[in-house]
């Protein structure tokens, strides 16, 4: 596996930050500014991957998406018993639903 690219990590860095930002105060009172300070790079540096604050929470929301659907990942096999297929992707709900990932999204997109 290769090592993620500078530009990469200073993106995964600031979405890190970004995420951080968001949860702890809220989109309206999180600025650019507080995210590039979290991410430890440049006002410059932030706006060069996100146009826009806007820009920048759809990515990091995206992210945790990605993150809760790969939890809950399921594919239906006709050769199995239906009531165990349903229990199963019952169990990968409640999984979904206590994730970390899940938590966070939730707070970030509720806070406001």
């Known amino acids: 596996m290769n090592e993620p690219s500078r530009t990469e990590k200073k993106r995964d860095d600031i979405l890190d ?3 951080h930002e968001f949860e702890a105060r809220g989109f309206r ?3 650019m500014d507080r995210i590039a300070a979290t991410a430890q790079v440049s006002k410059r540096t932030v706006y060069n991957h996100f146009p826009s604050k ?3 929470f759809d990515a990091m929301a995206a992210q945790l ?3 809760v659907q790969s939890v809950t990942a399921y594919r239906y096999d006709p050769n199995l018993m239906v009531e165990g297929q349903l229990r199963q992707i019952g169990v990968q709900v409640l ?7 899940f938590v966070t ?3 970030v997109t509720l806070v406001e």
């Open 17 to 19: 930050a970004a995420l």
């Open 95 to 101: 999984d979904m639903l206590a994730s970390p990932c």
């Open 65 to 67: 998406i990605d993150r």
């Open 105 to 107: 999204l939730a707070r």
């Open 54 to 56: 806007e820009a920048l």
């Open 29 to 31: 009172e999180t600025s």
